[in-house]
């Protein structure tokens, strides 16, 4: 657990959010928790700064999600840091985003080891530059002995072509006789998306206002709860995520039965 948390900016707000920390562990927690991180450009326009400004402090809000994430015991935490389609906005701007990871791990990694974090990485690795690869593949490895809350960041992902590509290897594996036709069930499908290791995710949370997935985990999210918030991510805080839940711990999930 995160010994050194710090919650709220006093005394009084620390308290308060601690008895709610303890209130909300007494109900179930979400095991897997998605968020679509979004709003940090609206955040910088809004306070005249270059949309790189709401980046960088979007990544502080990375962190601050992350411990909480981690003290509440939310098993696997998924965050869509850049999509596919995300290439096509300015390359000062994509190249920004992509120096994040290294210096979110190059600042957080040693925390992370020590708090039991362990790093995966979802999203298709051969177009991301070198230094961002070996950000997050130094992480990966530096944390995989650790077995407590999984953070998985989308990095260039895009959830139809994963589809896509889980499609493709279907038909090959059927070709080649690995996979028969009649044993191809939802399970056996999902083993072929990235998220192969990890459960569906119970709680996606959007901030920003936006109520639209763009290509985020189609597949997985299809019995998720949805939290959506008008706060953009820089503003994102600790309340805010206990909210989510607390809203999510008062939803009845029937999964399609009565
Ligand atoms: C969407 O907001 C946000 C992104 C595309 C980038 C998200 C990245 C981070 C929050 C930092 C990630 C940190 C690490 C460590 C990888 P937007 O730019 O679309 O906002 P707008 O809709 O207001 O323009």
Redesign the pocket.
């Known amino acids: 657990m995160f010994n050194k948390l710090r919650l709220g900016k006093n005394r009084n707000n620390t308290s308060t959010l601690r008895n709610k920390i303890d209130d909300i562990k007494k109900s179930p927690i979400p095991e897997h928790v998605a968020i679509i991180?979004?709003?940090?450009?609206?955040?910088a326009?809004k306070r005249a700064l270059p949309?790189i400004a709401?980046?960088h402090e979007?990544?502080k809000?990375?962190r601050k999600t992350t411990k909480l994430a981690s003290e509440l015991g939310i098993k696997t935490l998924t965050?869509?840091?850049?999509?596919t389609e995300?290439w096509k906005r300015p390359k000062n701007e994509v190249e920004y985003?992509m120096s994040?990871?290294d210096e979110?791990?190059g600042t957080f990694l040693p925390d992370l080891i020590k708090e039991n974090v362990q790093v995966k990485m979802m999203g298709y690795k051969n177009q991301l530059p070198v230094h961002t690869l070996r950000a997050i593949e130094k992480a990966i490895e530096d944390t995989k002995n650790n077995d407590g809350l999984v953070l998985n960041?989308a990095?260039n992902y895009g959830s139809r072509a994963e589809i896509l590509d889980g499609v493709k290897q279907v038909l090959n594996d059927s070709k080649s006789g690995k996979l028969k036709e009649t044993d191809l069930d939802e399970k056996v499908f999902s083993s072929y998306l990235m998220t192969a290791d990890f459960t569906d995710p119970d709680l996606l949370i959007r901030t920003?206002g936006?109520i639209r997935l763009s290509n985020f985990m189609l597949w997985q999210l299809a019995y998720s709860e949805f939290w959506f918030t008008d706060v953009?991510?820089p503003d994102f805080n600790e309340e805010h995520l206990l909210e989510a839940i607390e809203t999510f711990q008062k939803r009845q999930r029937r999964f399609g039965g009565i």
């Open positions: 991180m979004d709003g940090n450009g609206r955040w326009k949309r709401g980046h979007g990544m809000v990375v965050l869509y840091a850049f999509s995300n985003i994040l990871p979110f791990l960041f990095l920003s936006e953009l991510w």
